[in-house]
């Protein structure tokens, strides 16, 4: 195997927990009777199936950290210190059902990872000191991570990526379906209500020692030594899109020379063209779902 092919295939493997084959779940997308929820050139899937969701996914494991609810069930329940990417491959299969799998899919999947939710409780020590008990499937959790999902595309997107069909709003109203698969009653449909919902959760939020345990590991990931320079780059670049009082609260800065910022941008934008270079154009999830939209009628996908 070539020194390319070898770099392709651990660029794969970080996505797929180790797999260097693709996940046959993959494939399985060309199965169902329906089109999905979200139609080929919409808002979510433009932004799904671009290279920017790699930096989305940091900058929403930085964000969902900063609420201690939150972070006490990854810490007490997740495998996150033995097997970080095995959770990161958990949550791509998640997007991935509801972006491009059809609606019975989606409706599924999501059902359960809710199962799942229900067996994750405990206690922890909120923003006032207190200590309250929560599951994982409280309204409040699951609200608070379908925002810092939401609100990390949108600033991952908006820095690296290129126009969203309809807009900012257009791709806020069609991902709270994926709200609403989750349980939620109301999920943001607007940018200004995305941006309500988040400031509601100001006070209940807290930089913990938690949160830094969680930090220590999203900053040096068990990664390949050919990926790690280009992981800090995205590392910076998801801290460089965040609010400055998350970034405050998390204790992090945007890399610079004294008083002056360092181009991140065009950085980000580099590695993220070489990460699309070695995944290739289309993934085998967006091709699956095209050829099941297709087969049923759903239009003629590019």
Do not use: C
């Amino acid at each position: 195997m070539g020194i390319i092919a070898t770099w392709k295939t651990q660029l794969r493997t970080t996505f797929t927990d180790g797999d260097p084959t693709i996940p046959q779940w993959q494939f399985e997308f060309e199965k169902g009777d329906d089109p999905g929820y979200f139609p080929v050139g919409s808002a979510v899937w433009t932004v799904h199936s671009s290279i920017t969701p790699t930096v989305a996914g940091i900058r929403a494991l930085l964000l969902q950290a900063l609420h201690p609810g939150a972070m006490a069930g990854v810490h007490a329940h997740s495998s996150f210190r033995e097997e970080p990417l095995g959770r990161l491959a958990n949550t791509i299969r998640w997007i991935y059902t509801v972006t491009y799998g059809s609606r019975v899919a989606a409706q599924e999947g999501s059902a359960f990872v809710q199962r799942l939710h229900t067996r994750v409780h405990g206690t922890y020590v909120d923003s006032r000191g207190t200590e309250k008990a929560y599951s994982a499937a409280d309204p409040d959790l699951i609200r608070w991570v379908h925002l810092a999902f939401t609100d990390a595309f949108v600033a991952a997107h908006r820095a690296y990526g290129g126009p969203i069909p309809g807009g900012v709003d257009e791709y806020v109203r069609e991902w709270a379906a994926a709200g609403e698969l989750m349980g939620l009653d109301d999920p943001p449909r607007s940018e200004a209500e995305l941006r309500a919902q988040l400031a509601a959760f100001d006070d209940e939020l807290t930089g913990s020692d938690q949160v830094q345990e969680a930090l220590a590991y999203i900053r040096h990931p068990p990664l390949p030594r050919s990926q790690r320079l280009g992981y800090q780059i995205l590392l910076a670049g998801a801290v460089a899109t965040l609010e400055p009082r998350h970034r405050e609260m998390l204790g992090l800065r945007v890399p610079s020379l004294g008083p002056l910022p360092l181009p991140i941008r065009p950085a980000v934008r580099l590695v993220l063209g070489v990460i699309r270079l070695g995944l290739g154009p289309e993934g085998p999830a967006e091709a699956a779902a095209k050829t099941r939209i297709r087969r049923i009628g759903g239009g003629s996908p590019a």
